[in-house]
Structure formats: C-alpha cells, structure tokens
C-alpha cells in the first residue's frame, strides 16, 4: 500500500526522516534506508536540510525507491526558481516518486554557503500550487504537458508556534493549495498539540505529529534558543539532566511522547537527525 | 524621483469589492509628476469611483506622502471624513502608501505600481521600504510590504522561522515582515486576505518599462514632454 493509500485507509502511519551525506559516499545513507524501509511507512529524504549543501533530495529519493523504501521528496523553494522546480517535479514522478513535501526552506545564511543568492520565488504554497497544476497537464506558465505527473502532496505546520493563528492561516491557504497531509515541526508538549489539533481537525487532512530525538540538554536549551516553533519544556531538560545513559534517556521520551499524542493525530514522524539506528527502538518503546 | 503608474481601474474596483465608501489620498510629489496622485487624478478617481457607486467621503492632497509625520499631521485635518470610509485608496508610490497605512487605523488600498525609484527613496524616514515591484501587492497585505519587510519576500504568509515575532534570520535585528502583516490585519479584522488563492509574482513587472529603463534624467524628461 501506498502512503496515499494507507492514510486514506485510516491506518496510523510512520514516517522518518534520513538526510543524505554531504558527497557522494551513500553508504551510511543506504544502510539507514535498509534499517528503515521496513520499519516505516515512508521515509522523507531532505532537501539541503538547514541551508546545508549536499547530496540532493530527488538522488536521495531515488536510491530509497531503488532499495524498496517508499519516499517522500522533500522541496524547498530557497535554491531553485519555478522552472527548475517544476522540472524537478517532473524528474520525481519518472522516476516513481510520488510522494512531494512542499517546503519554503531555511533562509540561505542559515547554513553552510551563507553568500549565495537566495530564490524564493515561489514558496511552499505556491509550489503546492505548482504541483497541482501540472497534475492537470499544465505548467505555471499555462503551457501544455505531454503526459501530466500525480503526486501526492504534503506540508509542514508548526504546532508550537506563538501565536498559532498565523500557522493556521497558511495551513488552511495550502490545504486550499492542494497540500493532502501535513508532516508538523517536532512536539514536546502534548498539550499544545492538542490545542492545535482542536483547531486544525476542521480542515480535514492527516496530521504526522513529529518528533525530534534529544541527545541531551544542552541539544534542547539550543533548540529553545534558536529553532522557531520548537520548545522542550524544562522538566524534559532536567530529566534529560538527570539521566546517565542520554541517548536511551532521549529514545524512551520520544516514545512516550508518541504514546501521548497517537490518538490525537493520524500518524508520527520521526526527526533522528543522525541517529537512525535509534529509530527502531523509539518504537518498539512506543509500541507501534 | 520614483515613477509609478495607476492601476488598471478593474484592478482597484476589485479591492474594493464588498465596501461601500472609501477615502482618497494623493500625493504632490513624485506622484505629481507621474500623474498618478496629483489633484487632477484624485478628482478623476473620485468621479470614477462615484459612477461606480462607491461612496467617496473625502480626499487630501499631500506634499509628501513618504513623509510620514506630516502626512500624520495632514489627516488629523480630515478625521471624520477617514472614519466614515470603510478604507483608503492611497494614490502613489509603494513607500507613501505604508506610510498611510502605517498612520491610519483603516484598511488601505494601493491605486499605483511603483515602477521605479530612481535610487531615491523621498522623504523616507520610517521604516517602510519598497523594492519597485511594479505590481503593488499591498492591498492583500495590510500596507506592509511583504517584499521588503519580509526577509526571504514571501507572498502568501509566514514561514516557519518567526520566534516571538521576530524573524528566523538575524532576530535580533529583524522583526517578522508576516507577523507585523498578521497583527495589522487582525486589528483590521480582516485576517481573510491571509488565506486567499496562492499569489505568484511576475517578475518580469521588476524591469522598469523600456521607456523608463534608460536614465532617471531621461525618465523625467520623458515625463515632462508628455505634458
Ligand atoms: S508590493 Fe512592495 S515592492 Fe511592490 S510596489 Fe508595493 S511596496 Fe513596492
Ligand atoms: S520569519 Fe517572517 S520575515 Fe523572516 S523569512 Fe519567515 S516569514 Fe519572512
């Protein structure tokens, strides 16, 4: 079955994230992929995650597809303009790729190559929009397609943001876009996420609740520090503080987290960052 | 000086699609010149609108529109007609029209795009900033350019990046362009400009016209033969 097919089934479904190397040596990629393929529903490959240059999303999609995995091609508007991207498009769905996350992406000095040009002309909506033009044969510009693609489109949506309403308004104007499901920025607050679910339920589409390993304290002061959106509260640091053994400290919160918010939302996704090993053991903790 | 050029009139009738009155700003400055806010236009607007059954309340002619404490200082004068309007139309350059904006507590309309700045940015002193898009956007977006004051010029809302209203890229220093466009509108009550169709910039609208692409001298000059 395909993700389409499954969270259209109602089924509870897991994804994960791996993020390709930065060269050309794939090996740890692949031996992730092989971990997870059958562990999970789809795996999202990363698209230049944090503005970082390396290995492409669509390769990356591709060696899934090529080792059995079901993928899901991350696109962030930063790098590329209307052309490139909606023949990127394309390059997904000939090589079997159907599954496309619509992003807008990190700002360029985010990362690595802090002096190139940042595109940004379109962003995630109007990349949604893109997709679902050519899905009707037709390209931005209105020109005819031979053979038009399908794909089956996502986003992102932030959960924790402060204030929420804005997050709701461009959730609602990409589900309008033609966004199918949501993958969230990762949750430490059931909670919250339940406030949001509250609201975000009436636009009728799937939610991922994701979810971010933590490695450590310091890992969660940092994320509290600079990533939008995302707020470990203080009793999962001083846990996390206390604990001898981090890493398993880290996998049995993911798991618990996962416990507390599966009934809220249609399925989870999983952010290891690195640490794909780990993700098999997040869920047997969390019973999936 | 900053070249802009009226908006088609279906173009502005839009905008004020669902509003019955509306009050009419001009500008004497480079909008004179351009003959897009000078009184003869403000009056031809109002005559137009009027035929078109809009209600207009009132209307001003302002020196400078990009001089925001006097254009503050000009309004106080017409107040009550401001308050009778369900909005302004503001007919001028991108930076005059944030600066109404930025001093009225009502929904304002662009009547212009702004073509070209010529390197100037007039008697700018706020915060407002305008890239010469040639196809003014700031009708859906409460007066605040999302070009310019949004950092990666997005169009249809906010990225994921703002913390606390600021932005993801240098927060210390950059507020969050959408987050200052999202407070304007839910104070206006109108938060359904946020979740309109996808909006998508023809960039082609950036190159000035081939007849301002030359100089500004040439520019103005162009101008003022056709007078
Ligand atoms: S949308 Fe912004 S850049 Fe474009 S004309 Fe208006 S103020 Fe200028
Ligand atoms: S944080 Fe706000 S201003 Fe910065 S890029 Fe995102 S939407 Fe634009």
């Given amino acids: ?184 920025q990762a949750v430490y607050e059931p909670k919250k996420f339940e406030t949001f679910m509250k609201e975000a339920r009436k636009f009728g589409v799937p939610v991922l609740v994701g979810i971010v390993l933590l490695r450590s304290a310091a890992m969660a002061r940092f994320m509290n520090k600079n990533v939008a959106g995302i707020h470990v509260p203080d009793e999962l640091i001083a846990e996390m503080d206390r604990a001898e053994n981090k890493l398993q400290k880290g996998v049995e919160i993911a798991a618990r987290l996962i416990r507390e918010m599966k009934d809220m939302c249609q399925g989870v996704h999983i952010m290891a960052i690195g640490l794909e090993s780990k993700v098999p053991a997040i869920l047997d903790a969390a019973g999936l | 000086m900053i070249v802009s050029q009226l908006k088609p009139l279906q173009e502005i009738l839009g905008y004020l699609n669902g509003e019955r009155s509306v009050f009419i700003v001009g500008c004497k400055g480079c909008a004179e010149v351009c003959h897009t806010g000078d009184e003869a236009q403000v009056l031809d607007m109002k005559q137009k609108l009027e035929q078109e059954g809009k209600a207009v309340t009132g209307y001003c002619v302002i020196d400078f529109l990009c001089d925001k404490a006097l254009v503050k200082m000009r309004l106080m004068a017409h107040q009550s007609e401001i308050q009778a309007a369900d909005s302004l139309l503001v007919m001028t350059c991108g930076i005059g029209v944030q600066a109404v904006a930025a001093v009225v507590n009502k929904l304002v309309h662009p009547a212009a795009n702004t073509i070209n700045m010529g390197g100037s940015r007039g008697e700018w002193r706020g915060a407002e900033r305008c890239r010469e898009c040639g196809d003014c956007v700031l009708d859906m977006t409460a007066g605040i ?74 520019a103005l000059e162009q101008q003022e033969t056709k007078v």
Wanted: proline share 5%; glycine share 10%.
């Fill in chain 1, 1 to 184: 079955m395909t993700l389409r097919e499954k969270l259209g089934s109602g089924k509870f479904v897991v994804t994960a994230e791996v993020g390709p190397a930065k060269g050309v040596d794939t090996h740890e990629f692949l031996e992730n992929v092989e971990l997870l393929k059958n562990r999970v529903d789809a795996i999202n490959c990363t698209d230049q995650q944090s503005a970082v240059m390396r290995l492409g999303s669509l390769a990356g999609c591709y060696l899934i597809r090529q080792k059995g995995g079901e993928p899901i091609f991350q696109m962030t508007c930063r790098d590329r303009n209307r052309i490139a991207l909606q023949s990127d498009l394309l390059n997904a769905y000939v090589f079997g790729i159907e599954n496309v996350l619509c992003l807008t992406g990190d700002f360029v000095t985010l990362g690595d190559h802090p002096d190139a040009k940042p595109v940004f002309d379109l962003d995630s909506v109007s990349l949604l929009y893109a997709a679902k033009q050519l899905e009707q044969g037709k390209d931005l510009a209105g020109k005819d397609l031979t053979g038009a693609p399908r794909f089956f489109l996502g986003a992102c949506v932030t959960p924790g943001a402060e204030p929420l309403e804005p997050q709701l308004l461009k959730m609602e104007r990409k589900v309008k876009a033609g966004a199918k499901f949501f993958q969230t």
């Fill in chain 2, 145 to 218: 350019c999302p070009l310019t004051a949004c950092t990666k010029g997005l169009l249809n809302g906010p990225c994921g990046g703002a913390k606390d209203g600021r932005c993801e890229v240098e927060p210390e220093v950059r507020e969050c362009g959408w987050h200052l466009i999202y407070e304007r509108l839910n104070k206006l009550g109108r938060l359904d400009k946020m979740t309109g169709r996808p909006v998508l910039k023809d960039y082609r609208k950036m190159m000035p016209p081939k007849e301002l692409r030359s100089t500004l001298m040439w």
